[in-house]
């Protein structure tokens, strides 16, 4: 049912399952991934919580197995998404301890993500490293690209052209598509990623029309300040983007 996306009714045969087997681990696993999922179709936060709850009920102890590890990433992936950073860290990090190869690339690429969001793009750029050293995925490469151009961006912003360039430069040979940036301009703590754009090398890649359409998704909390440096680097204050 699950799979089918027939949430609602996988969520009622979960709960008849829990009532003959309350202390099953992978029923909490199950049933907490529904509820996420379910949150997700409806647009509710508020089964996050519920889905949390369910999450944390899998973990015995210690997080020194598979099932636990699993649970504890999925408490990251979720407290990421209501903006508790450090719980996210902290969850991530507990599962980080006890795993090896490709799951220990995967739980340092969700770690990244969540460094990132929280404003810590150094240690984003860190993990991202870490993960694609065990193991070459797109979606590593991509979390890659995405710290590194905001770390060029607060540079380029900051008027250190020459260190903002080489940044640049390591996100263009992650070989990530540059449209990433539409994945950070809706964070302050990402949307300086804006600014890289606006590098000669990065124009000529279409930049500057990335980055104006890019400056919709910031409506909410862009500053005067940045509208008017980004003005005069070359950004398009009235630019309507057909897509939006």
């Given at each position: 049912k699950y799979a089918r996306y027939d949430l609602e009714e996988s969520l009622q045969m979960l709960e008849k399952a829990e009532a003959i087997?309350?202390?099953?681990v992978k029923l909490r696993l199950r049933k907490g991934a529904t509820?996420?999922?379910l949150a997700s179709y409806r647009g509710d936060n508020s089964l996050l919580d519920t889905s949390a709850n369910e999450y944390r009920r899998a973990i015995?102890?210690?997080?020194?197995?598979?099932?636990?590890?699993?649970a504890a990433s999925e408490l990251g992936e979720i407290f990421r998404t209501t903006g508790e950073f450090d719980k996210s860290l902290g969850y991530l990090t507990d599962a980080l301890a006890a795993s090896k190869?490709?799951?220990?690339?995967?739980?340092?690429?969700?770690?990244?993500?969540?460094?990132?969001?929280?404003?810590?793009?150094d240690a984003a750029i860190a993990d991202s490293n870490a993960a694609l050293d065990l193991l070459d995925f797109g979606?590593?490469?991509k979390k890659l690209a995405m710290a590194l151009l905001v770390k060029s961006g607060v540079l380029m912003r900051d008027g250190d052209t020459a260190s903002a360039a080489s940044y640049a430069m390591q996100a263009a040979e992650t070989g990530a598509d540059i449209r990433v940036l539409h994945?950070?301009?809706k964070s302050p703590q990402t949307f300086p990623a804006v600014y890289a754009f606006f590098q000669s090398h990065m124009k000529e890649l279409?930049?500057?029309?990335?980055?104006s359409s890019a400056l919709c998704g910031a409506g909410g909390f862009i500053s005067r300040a940045d509208l008017e440096r980004l003005k005069l680097l070359g950004a398009d204050l009235n630019f309507v983007n057909p897509g939006q």
């Open positions: 087997d309350p202390t099953s509820l996420r999922a015995k102890g210690k997080i020194d197995n598979g099932n636990e590890r699993l190869g490709n799951e220990k690339a995967f739980l340092l690429d969700m770690r990244a993500q969540t460094h990132l969001f929280a404003g810590h793009v979606l590593g490469r994945f950070l301009n279409g930049g500057v029309e990335l980055a």
